[in-house]
């Protein structure tokens, strides 16, 4: 190569560092941004932070840079707040402002560049695709209409358990079953079937091209390539493995589920009291001009994700938690076999009457919260935060585990203790209703599936408590509750095995 051109190149890279720099200097005398730490030109903070933007992580940074601060990822500005002020500015002082939804590139892949509902920016769309959404999935005849299904499936799941010889010795992978249970669960709103058994081929297809999607785009792997566009010609193989499994899904869910449901042309159902199942409504609006069939696939792909694998999370760290905390077991036994009588099963009506089950629940989405973060939001134009500059398009995280596990906030919030919720924090409820605890987010962006979350979750535990002892296998004394931690999600590492010894009534 021409040394003379290497040498206008390399003039050409420091030129452009140095004019970066100055526009650096005199952009910040305009504008008043968030403390937050050093940051370089063309790779801001990335080589001092990483791609590991966890919950934990951004709480070490917070107690350095306070409750709110700026991280200059590349080309992109992440604004992280850690209060509950700030959350409420965010989530519903300001809540138009920065009601929006930052995308990277692997979820423009999987959500069609903003055709779910999730991820669309806030406006037109979004107002439709929840409005939408929520007569089928998110009401309180929803859940009337399917609490019986939800029972059904958590029986089936006690059947099976007790139906197992491993399981009262050696243990068993418990959330393999509970994955069955919530797919049928969810499948049961959407389309009215459900899959018989773990080895039903569909099934297998779906959940293993669901993990996939959920491990591509929850990975750390692709943040750098994303922050700083320079380095994105190094993301050629993943994001084509990202393509591909997109497009395997779609098909899936359009060739086995919305295909099979048209041809069908049928608003009865089979155990449903005879009422329209979710699918049948998102159709007639299809058919209507409202949405179309792209739109369609996306809200499948958002129920696939969203409200499956969330509820998921959650059974599983409660179940884990109750193992390592026997105490807490024995007092919620004693709490469903006093007011509902030893060996009567749980049912959705039941939970609100079992204070301490409510407490477990509450507790498990403090401690244990799966999607920490809450989903990003942005804002679409220069916005004011706390007294500070916050330019457009940035991603804004609140870091709602923090605001639920600040000691400055909480008493003892290192410790798994229902108590709080039927003690100092009784008034605090998981829709939102005090800012230090938001498992479901709160404002316009919420999550809407905490209608259907928290019975699920009431009914699933309940049920197998009172059915079993649920206890460490052979030789441990506590399950391992090591952290999966991803974009914004909170999962156990190592899905445990639990040794479930049948209670005979």
């Not at 109750?322 to 007011?339: A, G, M, P």
């Amino acid at each position: 190569m021409d040394l003379a051109l290497v040498e206008k190149a390399l003039l050409a890279i420091f030129a452009a560092a140095v004019l970066a720099i100055a526009a650096s200097k005199l952009a910040g005398k305009r504008l008043r941004l968030p403390p937050g730490p050093l940051s370089f030109p063309i790779f801001g903070n990335w080589l001092q932070v990483g791609d590991d933007l966890n919950h934990r992580n951004l709480t070490d940074l917070a107690r350095r840079f306070g409750d709110i601060f700026l991280l200059r990822m590349g080309q992109r500005n992440l604004v992280v707040v850690s209060s509950p002020d700030l959350a409420r500015d965010v989530l519903h002082t300001q809540g138009v402002e920065f009601g929006s939804r930052t995308r990277n590139v692997v979820f423009d892949i999987f959500t069609g560049k903003g055709q779910d509902m999730v991820f669309t920016v806030y406006g037109e769309h979004w107002r439709k695709m929840r409005r939408i959404m929520t007569v089928p999935f998110f009401t309180n005849k929803v859940v009337q209409q399917y609490r019986s299904g939800w029972e059904d499936e958590a029986r089936r799941v006690v059947e099976d358990v007790r139906a197992n010889p491993s399981a009262a010795t050696d243990g068993i992978v418990l959330r393999r079953r509970l994955q069955l249970m919530m797919y049928n669960n969810m499948y049961r709103i959407m389309f009215d079937r459900r899959f018989e058994s773990e080895t039903d081929p569909l099934f297998l297809r779906l959940k293993e091209l669901n993990g996939e999607r959920s491990r591509l785009a929850q990975s750390f792997e692709y943040n750098y390539g994303d922050f700083i566009p320079v380095l994105r010609p190094f993301l050629r193989g993943y994001l084509k493995i990202c393509k591909e499994v997109k497009e395997k899904r779609l098909k899936l869910f359009k060739d086995y589920f919305l295909d099979e449901k048209a041809k069908l042309e049928s608003t009865s159902a089979s155990d449903n009291l005879g009422l329209k199942c979710a699918m049948d409504h998102i159709v007639e609006a299809q058919k209507k001009g409202e949405i179309n069939e792209d739109n369609v696939l996306y809200i499948v792909e958002n129920i696939n994700v969203a409200a499956i694998e969330t509820t998921l999370w959650s059974i599983e760290w409660g179940i884990a938690e109750l193992v390592n905390n026997q105490t807490i077991q024995r007092k919620l036994r004693e709490e469903l076999d006093t007011i509902l009588g030893p060996g009567v099963q749980i049912t959705e009506p039941d939970v609100y009457k079992l204070p301490y089950l409510q407490a477990v629940i509450k507790e498990t989405l403090r401690f244990r919260m799966a999607i920490p973060l809450l989903v990003p939001h942005m804002n679409l134009h220069d916005a004011k935060l706390g007294g500070f500059d916050i330019p457009a398009e940035s991603k804004i995280l609140v870091n709602a585990w923090w605001l639920a596990n600040n000691p400055a906030q909480w008493k003892r919030p290192e410790e798994f203790r229902p108590e709080r919720f039927l003690e100092e924090e009784a008034k605090v409820e998981a829709n939102g209703n005090d800012f230090r605890y938001l498992p479901f987010g709160v404002g316009r962006r919420s999550c809407p599936g905490i209608i259907l979350a928290l019975p699920i979750l009431g009914i699933t535990i309940g049920r197998l408590v009172q059915n079993f002892e649920l206890l460490p296998p052979p030789g441990q004394d506590k399950l391992d509750t090591t952290e999966k931690g991803g974009q914004f999600s909170l999962h156990i590492l190592k899905h445990s095995t639990i040794v479930a010894k049948p209670r005979v009534f």
